[in-house]
């Protein structure tokens, strides 16, 4: 296992343990604990994770948000499981808007490059993704939030504001059938309600861990998503929850 490979296994199973020690994480990756320890300092460094007396901790909570670096290394197989499923939701000639985020990022990497659409994000990385040869791109403008490296604030708000769109690719920090979409910063909220708002046809792209949690700021209720697709993680009560006030969703399985 390569290096970059081993450590983002190790955020893997950090994030999803919530916390893991040393010794463990040894012996779930075969290496040695001088190994591990060197991996979470340079990981920590990065703001991937927090090291903690004897091993570590996820970086998380309700107000506090991860990094777009955080989250690219994260549930990384999932995400291009759902996004190799989300592409099929497109149809030929559609104006579509990809939101700024990590698992939109992999359904940019899979979407026609012949010219078929015309892409609009709000991301300088997925723009430069989706434009291939052919493709026409169009970016919202604004301020760069260089955490999460998207466009938000009064310039990409007009924009929006101005514009419809066929289909949205979405993501979130969270959603709960109660308590709906949110996020943990008020301009990204903002961006992603107008998104949205202008959208005919939105499709929520999150992995199963972000069911069920809550971040600072709402952005939707439920029953503005079309669809929702997720991996096979998702527990049987949320899907009900969600079927119940009208969103599919879409189950894939990682490999």
Do not use: W
Request: net charge negative; hydrophobic share 40%.
């Amino acid at each position: 296992m390569l290096p970059a490979e081993r450590k983002r296994k190790i955020v893997e199973l950090v994030s999803d343990a919530g916390g893991r020690s040393v010794e463990a994480l040894a012996d779930d990756l075969g290496y040695s604990r001088a190994t591990i320890r060197r991996d979470l300092r340079e990981l920590e460094d990065e703001t991937l994770i927090e090291r903690s007396h004897g091993g570590a901790v996820p970086i998380t909570a309700v107000g506090r948000e991860q990094t777009y670096g955080q989250r690219e290394v994260q549930n990384l197989d999932a995400k291009r499981a759902i996004a190799a499923r989300a592409v099929e939701e497109l149809a030929q000639g559609q104006v579509v808007f990809f939101d700024s985020g990590t698992t939109t990022m992999e359904v940019a990497r899979r979407v026609p490059k012949d010219g078929s659409l015309l892409a609009v994000t709000n991301s300088i990385q997925l723009a430069s993704e989706l434009g291939g040869e052919y493709n026409e791109v169009k970016l919202t403008g604004g301020t760069l939030r260089h955490r999460t490296r998207a466009l938000v604030g009064p310039t990409a708000e007009a924009f929006m504001e101005r514009m419809n769109f066929d289909v949205l690719f979405l993501g979130t920090n969270a959603v709960d059938a109660e308590s709906g979409l949110s996020t943990p910063n008020e301009d990204e909220a903002r961006m992603k309600e107008l998104m949205v708002e202008r959208s005919a046809t939105v499709v929520l792209v999150a992995d199963s861990s972000k069911v069920g949690e809550r971040s600072f700021v709402q952005f939707a209720d439920v029953g503005e998503v079309d669809a929702f697709v997720t991996d096979d993680g998702i527990d049987r009560a949320a899907r009900e929850s969600f079927e119940s006030v009208g969103l599919r969703v879409v189950e894939v399985t990682a490999e």
